[in-house]
Structures are given as structure tokens and as C-alpha cells.
């Protein structure tokens, strides 16, 4: 089974600008969450998504959005960019039995943004 | 709210000595589910093993075990016969029903041979 799959991998912008970063989860997985990992914040949880809807969101500003398609595969935006954005965004999936109250999500990759 | 605290910066071990990692942690929420992931310098998050706040048995899998200590709010990770491919970041996380996962800082676990 594939893995969960981020593009691009690498992307540098212009202050100012908007970005766009995909994520594929795993097969059959219908949850997706975004992180963002800076050496300085370390890792913060963005937003997930689950059936389309967003279930849980961070304390991100609202530049920072997202959203799910029916095959589940998602998409974050960051609108206005700034040099505090530079970041590796990471997009993790998970599988949700029945009965089990937490599962482990498994990460893609990341996409490492630099903005200029 | 919740805490997680991992004081241990930086750890050595020799190769195929045991290590163990410290995570405390801090949370209101009596349900919660504790995780360790690894990430190589490749920047992917890695999943190790999970502990849920109502386990019984503290969670093994393979060369890893986690020692949960409940009333002192401790998931330490203990690895086992330390390979080079061991050298990471190893993050400590808590996920409760209201939030998404939650990570502590990071310990950088260097294997030397």
C-alpha cells in the first residue's frame, strides 16, 4: 500500500504571495491533519480534516487554510505569505476503527516551503 | 491545557546498548493516547509505538517498549540493542479527545559506533 504522498517536496516563494501544498493520504484513510515544523516553534498542529469537513483546527491565523476532496485527498493554502512561514509542512493520515478512541497517524514527507 | 516536557536535548549510546528516552507529560483529560515518532534527517515522521491512558501493559513493539507511568505522567521510550539507523529526532506526542496531536521538543539520539 503507498504511503501517505506530499507535493510539491520543495517550494520557494516571494513574501506576499500564496502557496498551495497537496497531500494523497493512505488508501481507505479519510482523516488528513497538516503540521508545521520550524526550528523555533517546533511542531504545531494547522488543521484536520475527516469526510471533507475540517474536524479540528490550531491556533493559526486565518492566511492559513484547507480543505478536503471526496476521494480524501487534501489541500492547505497560505495566503499572503510571510518569512515567518518558512517551514516543513507535513500532512499525516489515519485510519479510524471503530471503538478505538486514537490511532497512529502516519506522515507524509513534507513539503519544505522557503519564502523570500 | 496539555504539556509535553522532553528535558533530554541531546543523548549518546553505543551501538547495541539500550537508551531510554524521557516524556512527561501533562493533561486534565483522563482519556488520552500517548505516541513516539522518529524522524530521520529526511524530515518524515516515523510512527514507534503508542500507549493509551487506559492500557493496562505498557505498549512493545519489536526493539522499542514504552514505560508508562501513569500516576507520574511519564511514557519514557526505551530502545533496545541501539543501531547506527537509530540516529534521530525522536518526538514524544499526546493526542486527547479534544485535540490533535501535541508534540514535545524533540531529543536528538546520536548511536555511536
Known amino acids: 500500500k503507498a504511503g501517505v504522498t506530499q507535493t510539491p517536496r520543495y517550494l520557494i516563494k516571494t513574501r506576499g504571495q500564496q502557496v498551495t501544498l497537496s497531500c494523497s493520504p493512505i488508501?481507505?484513510?479519510?482523516?488528513v491533519s497538516w503540521y508545521q515544523q520550524t526550528p523555533g516553534q517546533g511542531l504545531q498542529f494547522l488543521f484536520e480534516y475527516f469526510s471533507e469537513t475540517q474536524r479540528n483546527k490550531g491556533n493559526f491565523p486565518g492566511r492559513f487554510s484547507g480543505r478536503q476532496f471526496s476521494n480524501s485527498r487534501s489541500e492547505m493554502n497560505v495566503s499572503t505569505l510571510e518569512l515567518g512561514d518558512s517551514a516543513l509542512y507535513l500532512c499525516?493520515?489515519?485510519?479510524?476503527?471503530?471503538?478505538?478512541?486514537?490511532?497512529?497517524?502516519?506522515f507524509g514527507p513534507g513539503t519544505r516551503l522557503t519564502v523570500l | 491545557a496539555q504539556k509535553i516536557t522532553q528535558t533530554q536535548p541531546g543523548m549518546f549510546v553505543q551501538e547495541k546498548e539500550a537508551v531510554t528516552l524521557d516524556c512527561t507529560y501533562d493533561?486534565?483529560?483522563?482519556?488520552?493516547?500517548l505516541f513516539w515518532y522518529k524522524q530521520p534527517s529526511s524530515g518524515e515522521m516515523i510512527f514507534l509505538i503508542y500507549?493509551?491512558?487506559?492500557?493496562?501493559q505498557n505498549a512493545t513493539e519489536g526493539r522499542y517498549s514504552l514505560n508508562f507511568q501513569k500516576a507520574r505522567k511519564s511514557a519514557n521510550l526505551v530502545i533496545s540493542a541501539s543501531q547506527l539507523g537509530d540516529s534521530a529526532m525522536y518526538f514524544c506526542a499526546m493526542e486527547t479527545g479534544a485535540n490533535n496531536l501535541f508534540f514535545g521538543t524533540g531529543t536528538r539520539l546520536t548511536v555511536i559506533p
Open positions: 493533561t486534565s483529560d483522563p482519556s488520552y493516547g
Open positions: 488508501s481507505g484513510h479519510r482523516s
Open positions: 499525516a493520515s489515519r485510519w479510524e476503527p471503530a471503538g478505538a478512541p486514537y490511532n497512529e497517524q502516519f
Open positions: 500507549q493509551g491512558s487506559y492500557d493496562q
